[in-house]
């Protein structure tokens, strides 16, 4: 059953409807062939799922609960323990010959009946939401990481971070005060030209004392004032220039600096992932051994 609220969440539903069928006793039944397999294979079924309630119900606590041992357990396994509401209905017999499995079948519901299920209502999220949870958890996991880090490392890389966001503000606010100054050399060239033509011109027309203006004292060592104080303004924005390219290359170097730094520390966090994923393979093999070594250990109590 499903069930959409929003265009974020979706909440998904489901009914398992289970008839246990009772024990099989082959000796009380005189069963053979094929019904006699049937009768193992349900009281092999039985047997599980009595092993799962017990394991759920153990005062000591256990870490692994054996739902794999039979479909039956894999099918139940939301409703014992898991996020489900469970409802289980004993059927038992006032007869004297159904003694036995009556009380087998009490002790069997009220076991059972001290299960605590988690129930909660499941909803299925859309892409953006589950981007969204993904963004939380890889959070989490940063945090965790940095938890187990050398916290002078992390310092470290956060200096390094905080350095290289000044570096990239202090070239963009120089790149764009170089432009400014170039502008601004342009502006000025062209207004010296265009002073030059006009003194020209001047000279050309106008004549004081019998001479040329161009030719008296005044007029040269005013033409010579101004162009000293142009050559000054010119070696200034060079040297300016110059500065600028220097202090780029270096924030070049400094970047480059910055993020093999970070590269490296990508490196560390995808090979402490690595040893996580083979520490929980090896978890994973160790509990395969211990269920294979429980059921030897029941094999032999067994056979002894």
Request: aromatic letters at 4%; charged letters at 35%; a positive charge.
């Amino acid at each position: 059953m499903i069930c959409v609220e929003d265009s974020s969440k979706i909440k998904v539903g489901k009914l398992n409807l289970v008839d246990l069928a009772g024990s099989e006793r082959i000796k009380s039944n005189d069963v053979t062939g094929k019904q006699m397999e049937e009768c193992k294979k349900i009281n092999k079924s039985l047997s599980a799922l009595g092993r799962v309630i017990f394991a759920l119900t153990d005062i000591k606590g256990r870490s692994h609960i054996p739902y794999r041992d039979s479909k039956l357990t894999r099918l139940l396994e939301d409703s014992l323990g898991g996020n489900c509401k469970t409802t289980m209905m004993a059927m038992i017999s006032p007869s004297k010959d159904s003694f036995s499995e009556t009380l087998s079948t009490l002790l069997f519901a009220k076991r059972a009946k001290t299960i605590k299920n988690q129930a909660k209502v499941n909803e299925d999220l859309n892409n953006k939401t589950l981007i969204k949870k993904y963004e939380l958890e890889l959070k989490k996991l940063r945090e965790e990481l940095n938890k187990h880090m050398d916290p002078s490392k992390n310092y470290l890389l956060i200096q390094l971070e905080d350095k290289k966001n000044q570096a990239e503000n202090e070239k963009m606010s120089a790149l764009s005060a170089l432009d400014e100054a170039g502008r601004k050399f342009l502006q000025e060239r062209e207004e010296k030209k265009i002073l030059e033509k006009k003194i020209l011109m001047m000279n050309s027309q106008m004549i004081s004392g019998g001479q040329k203006i161009e030719e008296t004292q005044v007029f040269k060592k005013a033409l010579e004032n101004q162009q000293n104080n142009l050559m000054k303004e010119f070696d200034k924005k060079i040297q300016e220039f110059t500065k600028d390219k220097i202090n780029e290359a270096q924030d070049k170097k400094q970047i480059e600096k910055f993020r093999n730094l970070l590269l490296k520390q990508r490196d560390i966090m995808i090979a402490l992932t690595s040893k996580l994923n083979e520490r929980d393979d090896t978890i994973e093999s160790l509990h395969e051994e211990l269920e294979e070594l429980d059921k030897i250990n029941k094999l032999i109590i067994y056979k002894i």
